[in-house]
């Protein structure tokens, strides 16, 4: 399966991730930082959420159902300190996008490993990629390496390029205005 259009002027290329070496790093501003392996991160509970993708160059895939981890259960996991407020994604090709801690609260949040019952393809984000339904899809880091709790907010790739920060599917918000 894929979905989407290429954005133009950009050739993405799959980082091949290899599960044995597969670290995820939680850190920032958090009371108890975590460098988690495949494994480890497997023993989080799993839950499942139906969603719709939004793209901000308007095309939708609905009723995606992701199974993953909630976004909560991190949270619960590091324990934010009462400073931070935002959150940043790194990814294994070097992308970045940041989202607020209050944004990432809901039970649809996920970090998500498996599409319509099946693994994360590499194309997908494999193996393990953001899920925030009601944000447009570069809001939805794929190759997750790193997550940093932050105190202010840091810009992510397309935001720094001009996409709208807030990234709202039912604003309309495709551009910062
Ligand atoms: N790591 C990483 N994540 C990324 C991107 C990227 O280039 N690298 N592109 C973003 C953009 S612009 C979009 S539209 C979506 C595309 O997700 P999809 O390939 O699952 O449709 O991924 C987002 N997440
Ligand atoms: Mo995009």
């Known amino acids: 399966m894929r979905w989407g259009i290429d954005h133009p002027g950009i050739t993405r290329?799959?980082?091949k991730i290899d599960l044995g070496t597969y670290t995820l790093s939680i850190d920032g501003e958090v009371e108890k930082?975590?460098?988690?392996g495949w494994d480890d991160f497997l023993k989080l509970p799993m839950v499942e959420s139906v969603s719709d993708f939004h793209c901000?160059?308007?095309?939708?895939?609905?009723?995606?159902?992701?199974e993953g981890v909630r976004f909560k259960t991190v949270v619960e996991?590091?324990?934010?300190?009462?400073?931070a407020k935002f959150v940043t994604f790194g990814c294994s090709d070097g992308y970045t996008t940041s989202l607020d801690?209050?944004?990432l609260s809901g039970d649809d949040v996920l970090l998500a490993y498996r599409?319509?019952?099946?693994?994360?393809?590499?194309?997908?984000?494999f193996p393990l990629r953001l899920?925030?339904?009601s944000k447009y899809a570069y809001k939805s880091a794929l190759w997750v390496?790193?997550?940093?709790f932050t105190v202010q907010k840091e810009l992510g790739y397309w935001e720094r390029r001009g996409y709208s920060d807030t990234a709202d599917v039912w604003k309309d918000d495709r551009f910062t205005r």
């Open 56 to 66: 901000v160059e308007g095309w939708s895939v609905l009723d995606c159902r992701w």
């Open 77 to 83: 996991l590091v324990k934010p300190k009462p400073a």
């Open 101 to 103: 801690l209050n944004e």
């Open 13 to 15: 290329s799959n980082p």
């Open 145 to 148: 390496t790193r997550i940093k």
């Open 131 to 133: 899920i925030v339904p």
């Open 115 to 125: 599409l319509n019952g099946e693994a994360l393809e590499e194309g997908y984000g």
């Open 33 to 36: 930082p975590q460098k988690l």
